[in-house]
């Protein structure tokens, strides 16, 4: 009998067995569920209309809210899902409900928070979630969102689920799971200055298709995942289910540990790893030695090419944000290459959270804390004629005909965004290029896509950004 993978021993564990095997359905006990301003409304519709309205959750501590997809806007039917989740928190005395400042009597586009330092609002749920201390190895985190397997960078079993399971798991703390059998892609080599985990999702999604890796899990194992810094970790797990899996998963290693035992809100959690013998559906080696700077081309993130053979595509924005490219690190990497220098198309910044927008405030270049007279990496953006917004979705999922950043023609952008689908930023007759930071910011100074080697020369140091 073969040993089990990562996936496979979470979520035996969770079924109370010592061992399970792919296809199997079981029932799941969970750790964590989340939802949103766009899906909470309907679960907790799901969950009164099974359970009684005067029903309770299975555990007011292991439910967490956060708004972060329609904000930054206007739109007064999106203010009132916010206010739906507001009252759904009070009434049932939730410990993690991250809520905005604003929603009311505000005169115009209401701002989400004023200052970053003093809030409450969090900004995006994939990026607020370990902030906040809810992802740990070895847990089940469930949540109304595709991109909740973001988490699985953490080593634990993460997977977005629909509003219907959403409302049972709000009531009973279960789900019924099918366990999915595992691909594992494992990197060789370090990662080089010029590429970032985007340009490696990209060019698995490429490989394996947006339906490569239906219903199975996605494990990222090798030197080259252990080179990454946490933040690009999430953005590798975060794209699995660009490829249709059902999570994502990486290794554990003292990067994880270190930032676990910082933020985690809890003592007790046990660490997963594969088995030796673990049998495993597929199997990919990647030599980054030899990846190059990649795009995912419209209208969909399988759509591969290199930024280099995509140079003579001309792009009217870049765009800098969002789950994938809206931490820290994303825009350290930008700033590095925008630094001293005046962007040739709008361009877009989007903080992926409210802690992300401080950090943006107070670090230097290289990640540091930043002195006096030195430039922050706000500042740097900012001068070299970034737009600056505030945390958020924002145009990621295009959003309200208002919102920072959203597309409305047939504008040409690269983004740092997951999918690219036709309207996904706005317009259905925009056309999005998915790309990594590095490259977006390399763009957005020429004004069409380009290599990010045309303007890296060394590593960027992002110094204690995003470590713990
Ligand atoms: S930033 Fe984009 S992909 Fe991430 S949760 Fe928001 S809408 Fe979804």
Request: net charge neutral; charged share 25%; hydrophobic share 35%.
């Amino acid at each position: 009998m073969p040993g089990m993978t990562v996936t496979e021993k979470i979520l035996a564990k969770h079924a109370g067995r010592t061992r399970v095997e792919p296809g199997e359905n079981i029932w799941v006990s969970v750790d964590i569920l989340m939802t949103h301003d766009v899906c909470g409304p309907g679960t907790i519709g799901v969950f009164h209309e099974q359970f009684g309205k005067n029903a309770k959750v299975w555990d007011k501590d292991r439910v967490v809210i956060i708004p972060d997809h329609y904000i930054f806007t206007a739109d007064e039917k999106c203010h009132r899902n916010v206010q739906i989740l507001r009252d759904f928190a009070k009434e049932q005395q939730l410990k993690y409900f991250y809520d905005a400042d604003f929603v009311k009597n505000e005169p115009k586009m209401p701002n989400p928070y004023r200052d970053p330092t003093k809030t409450n609002y969090k900004g995006v749920c994939h990026k607020a979630l370990p902030e906040e201390g809810h992802v740990r190895p070895g847990e089940i985190l469930l949540g109304t969102d595709s991109h909740t397997c973001t988490a699985g960078a953490f080593g634990q079993f993460a997977t977005g689920i629909g509003n219907t399971d959403a409302g049972f798991v709000l009531g009973t703390g279960k789900l019924w799971l099918k366990v999915p059998p595992t691909m594992k892609f494992t990197f060789h080599g370090e990662i080089p200055p010029y590429l970032t985990a985007k340009d490696l999702i990209l060019a698995v999604i490429g490989t394996t298709g947006v339906d490569g890796a239906t219903y199975r899990s996605m494990y990222f194992a090798g030197e080259g995942i252990r080179s990454l810094n946490l933040e690009d970790r999430m953005t590798l797990t975060n794209m699995a289910i660009e490829a249709g899996g059902k999570n994502g998963v990486c290794e554990v290693d003292e990067k994880t540990l270190n930032y676990v035992k910082a933020r985690s809100n809890r003592p007790n959690w046990e660490v997963v790893t594969d088995d030796a013998d673990a049998a495993y559906f597929a199997s990919y080696e990647y030599d980054l030695a030899k990846m190059e700077p990649m795009v995912a081309k419209p209208h969909s993130p399988d759509n591969k090419d290199t930024a280099h053979n995509c140079r003579d595509v001309k792009i009217d924005r870049s765009y800098i944000g969002s789950c994938t490219g809206g931490k820290i690190t994303d825009f350290i990497f930008a700033a590095n290459i925008l630094n001293g220098r005046k962007v040739k198309v709008p361009t877009f910044i989007v903080p992926g959270s409210t802690e992300v927008h401080q950090d943006m405030l107070t670090l230097n270049l290289k990640g540091m804390p930043r002195k006096a007279g030195e430039d922050s990496i706000w500042s740097t953006l900012a001068s070299a004629g970034c737009e600056m917004g505030p945390a958020g979705c924002s145009a990621c999922l295009g959003g309200p005909e208002d919102t920072f950043g959203r597309t409305h023609n047939t504008e040409v952008v690269v983004s740092t965004t997951n999918r690219n689908f036709p309207g996904r930023m706005g317009s259905a007759k925009s056309a999005v290029y998915l790309a990594s930071p590095l490259t977006a910011a390399a763009s957005a100074l020429t004004g069409h896509i380009t290599d990010p080697r045309d303007y890296v020369t060394g590593r960027i140091d992002t110094g204690t950004a995003g470590v713990i």
